[in-house]
């Protein structure tokens, strides 16, 4: 069993950045973030691989950067020119392909204010 731990999320006004970070208690091949509103389905919004491929949602291309650390089993995402429209609680995501298992955090709350 892999525990996820998530930090960073926070209020911030529109332009504004914030850095999201999951930790994880053991090897993970593919890490991810989603978010989720009210009513909505969860999205993905950025994952990495553990070979550093990632890709994004079209939305946050060019303003989020997914990256990680496998020596501390650590990942983190960047996000810079927050909209109102990223306001959502954002989960953390792992996946082992050894053992086809899928593994969440507990989320962490993003306000983006206009």
């Known amino acids: 069993q892999v525990q996820l731990v998530e930090s960073g999320g926070g209020l911030v006004q529109a332009g504004g950045s914030l850095r999201l970070s999951c930790s994880a208690s053991?090897?993970?091949?593919?890490m991810g973030w989603y978010r989720q509103v009210p009513g909505k389905q969860r999205e993905l919004v950025a994952r990495?691989?553990?070979?550093?491929?990632?890709n994004y949602l079209d939305s946050v291309k060019g303003r989020f950067t997914i990256s990680r650390d496998n020596a501390k089993n650590t990942m983190w995402m960047q996000m810079n020119s927050l909209e109102p429209e990223d306001t959502a609680v954002y989960y953390c995501?792992?996946?082992?392909?050894?053992?086809?298992?899928?593994?969440w955090g507990q989320g962490t709350q993003v306000t983006v204010s206009s």
């Open positions: 053991g090897s993970i091949d593919v």
């Open positions: 995501n792992a996946y082992s392909w050894g053992s086809s298992r899928n593994y």
């Open positions: 990495i691989t553990s070979a550093g491929s990632t």
